[in-house]
């Protein structure tokens, strides 16, 4: 299908004049929990009460612990999962409302880098096999013409020489080597956005920066819209511009990457701060205090912040009672929490 047959409406554009791509607008995504196969007895609330924009050429990352509505998001976003509430809107049209041409029109702007290579990866399938398909399937007919594709996108990920990858099957190329057909396969199509789930958690740490690097450069060549899912805040700083933190399904606090490292305003971003790993060896030693606990349940989720059953900092009689609103303490810093009321 192609972009013209997509009806697009009005582009929007965000408040420092950037067109948006990606509007999502009071997003709940919510899953039955059933009896035995028959009666509803609640909703595992994923992702509850999301809003966010992502602007054209902009890299983004979601951080979060595990649990925490990352991984639902990132679906939604796909098209996988469809909104219980809110929308999602790409380019102006919402996905909710796109028909089964639409959608697959939308998936091939959408690209998608798994966090395990060597699973994601058919391992019955050539290199050049895995990326011929999307392009057969997105009716590149020539077969030249998908040859050349292939090769310059591999190129792009840096696997030279490309005539000696094109025949090997995945079980024949190291992890970073897997990892960047991934990337390559995400790319194929032309994008206008990656989604890249943890992609360099499965990784050995030698090849982890090469690989943030090699998407930095590729979502800035490209003008690529990226949104980086992960837990670990210490892989950030390599492409990001904005952090979102997210916690129990609710984005807990939003700023711009250097903000948010060098000031964080949520009790919950200093829990990630606290946890993430030093590479100093002189601090290997030293223990950081994180909040006792787990995070809550999904399904009951506490009264007031999700937060305050685990917040050193927790204000009696209010985080425990009111759902807090999103202050803005800083210029394009928001936190959700009665601390900056």
């Known amino acids: 299908m192609a972009e013209s047959d997509v009806q697009v409406k009005e582009q929007r554009i965000g408040v420092d004049g950037r ?10 995504v919510w899953f039955e929990l059933r009896r035995f196969g028959f009666g509803i007895v609640g909703h595992v609330r994923a992702v509850d009460g999301v809003s966010f924009d992502l602007h054209k050429g ?31 809107e790409f ?3 919402k996905i909710s409302e796109m028909g089964r041409a639409g ?36 009716g590149v007919k020539s077969k030249q013409e ?19 990858f094109l025949p090997k099957f995945p079980h024949m190329l190291s992890g970073g080597q897997q990892q960047r057909v991934v990337i390559a396969r995400a790319m194929i199509m032309e994008p206008k956005l990656i989604v890249a789930d943890e992609p360099v958690s ?35 700083k390599y492409f990001s511009e904005r952090i979102f933190v997210m916690y129990a399904g609710n984005l807990v606090e939003k700023g711009p990457i250097g903000a948010i ?3 964080p305003l949520h009790p919950y971003t200093f ?11 002189r601090n290997a030693e030293t223990y950081k205090e994180v909040p006792p606990g787990e995070p809550p349940s999904l399904v009951k989720p506490p009264a007031g912040c999700r937060f305050h059953p685990r917040c050193p900092r927790i204000i009696p009689g209010k985080c425990d009672v009111e759902v807090p609103p999103e202050f803005e303490p800083e210029p394009n810093h928001q936190v959700q929490c009665w601390l900056y009321q």
């Open 91 to 93: 380019d102006g049209q």
């Open 271 to 281: 829990a990630l701060m606290a946890a993430t790993s030093d590479p100093d060896a």
């Open 202 to 236: 499965m990784l050995d740490a030698s090849v982890r920066v090469e690989i943030l690097k090699l998407l930095r450069g590729l979502q800035e060549s490209h003008n690529l819209s990226f949104i980086y899912i992960t837990h670990d805040l210490s892989t950030v």
């Open 58 to 88: 902009e890299a983004i990352a979601v951080v979060g612990e595990s649990g925490c509505g990352k991984s639902s998001l990132m679906r939604t976003i796909l098209g996988l999962y469809m909104p219980t509430e809110g929308h999602v």
């Open 19 to 28: 067109p948006i791509l990606l509007h999502i607008e009071n997003l709940r």
């Open 103 to 138: 959608l697959r029109w939308y998936r091939s702007q959408v690209g998608y880098v798994q966090q395990d290579p060597y699973g994601a990866l058919p391992p019955f399938m050539s290199v050049q096999r895995i990326l011929e398909e999307p392009l057969i399937i997105g």
């Open 146 to 164: 998908r040859l050349a594709r292939i090769r310059k996108v591999l190129e792009e990920v840096k696997m030279y020489p490309v005539e000696d």
């Open 261 to 263: 490292l060098k000031n």
